[in-house]
């Protein structure tokens, strides 16, 4: 079966520290993979994703992530984080060849402390 | 220029009643895809709508239907609503290329008595 999975719902990381967010899926065919973030009370907002070019992409707001087939993971990265980081973030996959239809992951709350 | 807009950004409904969503994409968007996002999980797909015809619908049951008007804008309807809809209900647009972004409006959130 097809799915994807986030590691840890809940993640603190002090000012400056590393973020790393674990995202692992399932699939059969090569996926699309993204990650997006939800602010409190807003909707999401696309991070980065990887459509099988570049296995490390660049998104916004310093995160990046790396694509790792021989591990199906497509974890999210940010050298130094920042207190506009807290948010829930959540990794999607297409399984279809399309960004319409999209299957996302439970969601990881990151939390940013001083 | 404007995002995704959606409304109405709350409201509350009790058991059995019928429920309306609605939906204008980004303009030059004619891709339209509904999400219901539950407290505490991830948005789980229900229908995308692309030049007014339906080309994909999630695991929701036929309570659950959607249509797209000319403009492109959608409206998502729910029948004889149960405690467990209660959700926010994401619209995002789309370009028609098949690996483009989503761009997610704040949705609407639901709630169910």
């Known amino acids: 079966a097809q799915s994807v999975t986030q590691l840890g719902s809940h993640v603190s990381v002090s000012e400056g520290a590393l973020v790393l967010l674990r995202c692992n899926y399932s699939?059969?065919?090569?996926?699309?993979l993204f990650w997006y973030v939800q602010y409190p009370n807003q909707g999401l907002q696309l991070l980065l994703k990887?459509?099988?070019?570049?296995?490390l992409v660049k998104g916004i707001n310093g995160f990046e992530a790396e694509f790792k087939k021989s591990e199906t993971s497509f974890h999210l990265t940010k050298p130094s984080a920042h207190m506009s980081d807290a948010a829930e973030y959540f990794c999607a996959v297409s399984f279809t060849g399309t960004a319409s239809k999209l299957t996302f992951g439970t969601g990881t709350r990151l939390q940013v402390t001083l | 220029d404007a995002g995704v807009t959606q409304s109405p950004t709350h409201l509350i409904k009790t058991r059995g009643q019928q429920v309306t969503l609605r939906c204008s994409p980004i303009?030059?968007?004619?891709?339209v895809s509904w999400y219901q996002q539950v407290l505490g999980q991830g948005p789980q797909f229900i229908f995308q709508y692309y030049e007014k015809e339906e080309r994909g619908r999630g695991n929701f049951p036929d309570r659950f239907s959607a249509r797209q008007f000319p403009n492109y804008s959608s409206e998502l309807n729910v029948n004889a609503l149960l405690l467990g809809d209660s959700a926010l209900y994401l619209c995002?647009?789309?370009?028609?290329?098949?690996?483009?972004?989503?761009?997610f409006g704040e949705g609407s959130r639901l709630t169910v008595l």
């Open positions: 303009s030059g968007h004619k891709s």
């Open positions: 990887y459509t099988s070019a570049a296995t």
């Open positions: 995002a647009s789309s370009l028609p290329s098949g690996t483009g972004e989503l761009f």
């Open positions: 699939s059969s065919v090569p996926p699309y």
